[in-house]
């Protein structure tokens, strides 16, 4: 992925309406109803302050190389009320910096531009037991498509300017795989192409 900044911004800030709907999903996917939330890499941010926004119950750490990613998330979450509950770090995604167990979910949006068997295998890691990870691309099952129609586009022109990578299910397959994670993971392509980590 070409690491873009004033690209991925803008994609971020483009995806505001999104952000919502994913939190949605990651909640009634995951079945989890407090705990800690890492959102993790260049689209980080969205989801961490749109779940901390619907429930007092969680915190988050928004983990990632740059320090504009971070900032915004500060400003989403001041913007949203909860910016005591967000914590950032300034750190390579890989290998996570924290301690094995420590997440009761984990959040990994536009995962396929840099997507690899080490972190999967460090996000299996830092779930505890029945903790639930997401990771793909996408808008997610509960987006509606009035909110998709007007970013739709301009979204995806973003995207392939930023390199996107095409991403098969037989790809994440072959990911899993090489993760040594096949038996607790599974692929979804419900509202794109997700793969959900059992913890």
Not at 186 to 191: L, P, R, V
Request: with cysteine; net charge positive.
């Amino acid at each position: 992925m070409t690491r873009d900044e004033d690209l991925i911004e803008q994609i971020n800030t483009l995806w505001l309406p999104v952000y919502p709907f994913m939190a949605g999903h990651l909640l009634a996917a995951s079945g989890v109803r407090s705990g800690k939330l890492l959102d993790l890499g260049p689209f980080a941010g969205g989801i961490a302050v749109s779940l901390l926004a619907k429930s007092s119950g969680f915190r988050a750490k928004v983990i990632d190389p740059s320090a504009r990613v971070l900032c915004s998330a500060l400003e989403w979450a001041r913007e949203q009320g909860c910016s005591s509950r967000l914590a950032v770090q300034l750190s390579p995604v890989e290998p996570i910096p924290e301690p094995d167990g420590s997440f009761d979910l984990v959040a990994v949006r536009g995962a396929f531009f840099f997507l690899t068997p080490l972190l999967l295998r460090e996000v299996k890691r830092v779930l505890r037991p029945g903790g639930f990870g997401w990771l793909g691309g996408g808008y997610g099952p509960l987006t509606p498509k009035e909110v998709i129609a007007p970013l739709a586009d301009r979204s995806r022109r973003l995207n392939e300017e930023l390199g996107k990578r095409r991403i098969t299910a037989a790809k994440c397959q072959e990911l899993l795989a090489g993760a040594g994670l096949a038996s607790c993971a599974k692929i979804s392509t419900a509202g794109g192409l997700w793969i959900e980590v059992m913890g």
